[in-house]
């Protein structure tokens, strides 16, 4: 691919946006700069490639597709049927799964429309055996009361948010805390890891319809096929979130027990995290699901983005590659080594560091909370965010840890050496922020000070780092 194809096009799109709303044109090329410029440390961020970004940009955008490849509810869709056809081959082949079904506009999508699947799989309800096989006209308000009442009584085991878990896996601020009848595992207080034995006792009292595994913000390796044997041990259907580690086990690094998809009834991801696609979300799963699955839309979905779809079937063409097994291993290999240098330096890490993409800090340690450390360190040019810690004393909001990830500065070739230089940046600035006071002289959770003659030389370093490794280096705007 020459640099110069790469310049041409990007630099003609934003010319006939230009055309027409130049400050639309204004702020694409302000967001390249600005990712140029930061140190992105962000978890479930990374870079997508020129031909994916490309892939997106276009008249696919313009189709209705509802219904799934060959079978839909809006003519000439032949084109659509192509790219969707190619993604879910990819999907498939890359992950060894039986069915994928790729239509899902992100995470919370791909979960919604897995746990449909599972209700409707796994509820007896003669009404809903009605509203399955498409006599929904048939039903009487009885059934339907029925339905909802059914519904409406499931259970769900996932693991609990201050642990890592995600707010889909049954929380309230979600749907899906609202749909389910939750519970949650944490992790053991000692060691902050999974302790399956407490796993399975918790499903043997709870005896959930759904068991969920996966995580946002746990830094360990999880044993699927523990969960699988719990899930099993109490009926329950295993499902699996693996949006943050997707790249991982699309790059071998998770395999046997740590690969979801061999052991799961049902898998759901994102795309653009480790995987380094589009923004969207996925669902794998075996024959038993499939149909289910494909319902997803309209039954949850929106119409399907066929534009994104594309998008998924070239980011995935590009994991099937050989050069993604060592962009997974490098991934692996620079949070390991941002993890030491920050253990080196004094830092509280949870679990004592990590064997996936991130690494969570425990900012108490340095007598901050997560919101004061997340924005002294922005202030400082490194992009994090704030998360909670298991236990976390200062709750969702404010929190007492930062999560910080490596797929992003991986894809633009940064190495282990660059991460020993990024802890040394990151544990320079929180052992140099001090916590504030509100005006009643009580500790503030949110203020802080930091020397912004120092944040301006941690910036200029984190610049320097980054300078040999440009972010896409093809691409010139100039
Ligand atoms: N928002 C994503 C994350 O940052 O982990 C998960 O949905």
Known sequence: MSQNAESTAFRSALEVIRAVEPRVADAIGAELTDQRESLKLIASENYASPATLLAMGNWFSDKYAEGTVGRRFYAGCQNVDTVEALAAEHARELFGAAHAYVQPHSGIDANLVAFWAVLADRVESPALKKAQVRQVNDLTEADWFALRRELGNQRMLGMSLDAGGHLTHGFRPNISGKMFDQRSYGTDPATGLIDYDRVAEAAREFKPLILVGGYSAYP??????????????????????????????????FTGDFDPVPHAHIVTTTTHKSLRGPRGGMVLCGPELADQVDRGCPMVLGGPLPHVMAAKAVALAEARRPDFADYASRIVANSQALAEGLLRRGAALVTGGT?????????????LTGRQAEQALLDSGIVTNRNSVP?????????????????????????????????????????????????????????????????????????DLLAPHPLYPGINLA
Do not use: C
């Open 220 to 253: 360990r390796k999880v044993n699927f096929r523990i969960l699988r044997e719990i899930a099993d041990s109490v009926g329950a259907t295993f499902m699996v979130d693996m949006a943050h580690f997707a790249g991982l086990v699309a790059g071998k690094v």
């Open 355 to 367: 064997d996936n993409h991130l690494v969570l800090i425990d900012v108490s340690g340095y007598g």
């Open 391 to 463: 236990q976390d004393p200062n709750g969702a909001w404010y929190t007492s840890g930062i999560r910080i990830g490596t797929p992003a500065l991986t894809t633009r070739g940064l190495g282990t050496a660059e991460m020993d230089q990024t802890a040394e940046l990151i544990h320079t600035v929180l052992a140099q922020t001090t916590a504030g006071a509100n005006a009643d002289g009580t500790p503030s959770k949110a203020k802080y000070t930091l020397d912004p003659a120092l944040a301006d030389k941690v910036s200029r370093q984190a610049t």
